[in-house]
T-cell receptor, first 111, second 116 residues
Framework: TQLLEQSPQFLSIQEGENLTVYCNSS?????LQWYRQEPGEGPVLLVT?????EVKKLKRLTFQFGDARKDSSLHITAAQPGDTGLYLC???????????FGKGTTLSVSS | NAGVMQNPRHLVRRRGQEARLRCSPM?????VYWYRQLPEEGLKFMVY????????ESGMPKERFSAEFPKEGPSILRIQQVVRGDSAAYFC??????????????FGQGTRLTVV
């Protein structure tokens, strides 16, 4: 059974701080996605990483896929209150199979 | 450019009734996934469907739950004889998966089922 472990589970920081959240597994994934979910809404896709060692940037967010394609990290620079939400990583063991999700990191950024 | 549409957004059922949740995928998407979310438990995979075909139902309870994605019309998740433990947010996602290495899913806003 494939599992994705996310850490930390909760993170509460001040505006302007930097943070990193992690997504780890003992399994290899063909691709890995990061989503952000706000209360009462569905998850919104932020990025997809495919190649081991790949780094993608989305404004203040930097996503990295581990060399062995088993883990990933999300780094946010100068966090803002608008970054508050639940960050979920998801992976598919093989292309075309359903995505398996981690339990998420709940981020709270206060001004 | 409509996204994934789910209805209803909120559904209240008494114990023993049936719940029908609908999902219309994004235009051009032929793959649909259903997930259940409980607070602090993340998204749990239930079932993966293509048009007229169930690809993977390993996450769906064997009793009372069923899903379909007909040739025409939305995908339906049906829960018969609901119990309080079925109360949760149910999300549908669709994918344009065409055989490549990447599986990306785009989610609807969910249906919040409350069993009273």
């Amino acid at each position: 059974t494939q599992l994705l472990e996310q850490s930390p589970q909760f993170l509460s920081i001040q505006e302007g701080e930097n943070l990193t959240v992690y997504c780890n597994s003992s399994s290899v994934f063909s691709s890995l996605q990061w989503y952000r979910q706000e209360p009462g809404e569905g998850p919104v896709l932020l990025v997809t990483v495919v190649t081991g060692g790949e780094v993608k940037k989305l404004k203040r967010l930097t996503f990295q896929f581990g060399d062995a394609r088993k883990d990933s990290s999300l780094h946010i620079t100068a966090a803002q209150p608008g970054d508050t939400g639940l960050y979920l990583c998801a992976g598919a063991g093989q292309a075309g199979t359903a995505l398996i999700f981690g339990k998420g990191t709940t981020l709270s950024v206060s001004s | 450019n409509a996204g994934v549409m789910q209805n209803p957004r909120h559904l209240v059922r008494r114990r023993g009734q049936e719940a029908r949740l609908r999902c219309s995928p994004m235009k051009g998407h032929s793959h649909v996934y259903w997930y259940r979310q409980l607070p602090e438990e993340g998204l749990k995979f239930m079932v993966y469907l293509q048009k007229e075909n169930i690809i993977d139902e390993s996450g769906m309870p064997k009793e009372r739950f069923s899903a379909e994605f007909p040739k025409e019309g939305p995908s339906i998740l049906r829960i018969q004889q609901v119990v309080r433990g079925d109360s949760a947010a149910y999300f549908c996602a669709s994918s344009p998966y065409t055989g490549g290495r990447v599986t990306e899913a785009f989610f609807g806003q969910g249906t919040r089922l409350t069993v009273v």
